[in-house]
């Protein structure tokens, strides 16, 4: 079976540090990873996914993940946080063959302090 | 172009009640998936029909159930409401069933059962 854990339900930054939001997944097959970002009262919208590839994926609005194997993690980085990047983030892993269902993480909440 | 849509926005209904949510995909999509959110967690997947035909169902009790209909149009109904189904339940549409089509979400139904 597959799952996902996200590490901190919670993580807040000052505006222009780093972001790291942290996602360890488990799967017996070969998975299909991806990072959703939720502003408020507003459905999810697609940052970046790994299908694969290259294992350092870029998303939109600057945020990159790096796919580690080893480490079973896909690991998400923004170099400088803006203010509008506060928003609840997902995890999510799929694998071939399961019909594209996705499997979330619990999600983190990313706060911006000025 | 139009994203997928889902009316209504909010409803609140009374336990023993039944409900039905709506869901129009984006133009040309052919495949259409529901999930559950629950306050505080992740998605969880309820549904996923292509061409018409049920393709994935996940671990949510018969009193859910699904139908697509020719204009790949969804509705998703819940029987006899219980307080724990209060969530959001989003909709989520992707040109086809499988694991490399990008799924997108729309704005999601609140559920409110009293």
């Known amino acids: 079976a597959q799952s996902v854990t996200q590490l901190g339900s919670h993580v807040s930054v000052s505006e222009g540090a780093l972001v790291l939001l942290r996602c360890n997944y488990s799967?017996?097959?070969?998975?299909?990873l991806f990072w959703y970002v939720q502003y408020p009262n507003q459905g999810l919208q697609l940052l970046l996914k790994y299908t694969s590839a290259a294992t350092l994926v870029k998303g939109i609005n600057g945020f990159e993940a790096e796919f580690k194997k080893s480490e079973t993690s896909f690991h998400l980085t923004k170099p400088s946080a803006h203010m509008s990047d506060a928003a609840e983030y997902f995890c999510?892993?799929?694998?071939?063959?399961?019909?594209?269902?996705?499997?979330f993480g619990q999600g983190t909440t990313l706060q911006v302090k000025p | 172009d139009a994203g997928v849509t889902q009316s209504p926005t909010h409803l609140i209904k009374t336990r023993g009640q039944h409900v039905t949510l709506r869901c129009s995909p984006i133009?040309?999509?052919?495949?259409v998936s529901w999930y559950q959110q629950v306050l505080g967690q992740g998605p969880q997947f309820i549904f996923q029909y292509y061409e018409k035909e049920e393709r994935g169902r996940g671990n949510f009790p018969d009193r859910f159930s699904a139908r697509q209909f020719p204009n790949y149009s969804s509705e998703l109904n819940v029987n006899a409401l219980l307080l724990g189904d209060s969530a959001l339940y989003l909709c989520a549409s992707s040109l086809g069933p499988g694991e490399t089509y990008e799924q997108y979400f729309g704005p999601g139904t609140r559920l409110t059962v009293t």
């Open positions: 999510a892993v799929t694998s071939s063959g399961n019909t594209g269902k996705l499997i």
């Open positions: 799967s017996s097959v070969p998975p299909y």
């Open positions: 133009s040309g999509h052919k495949s």
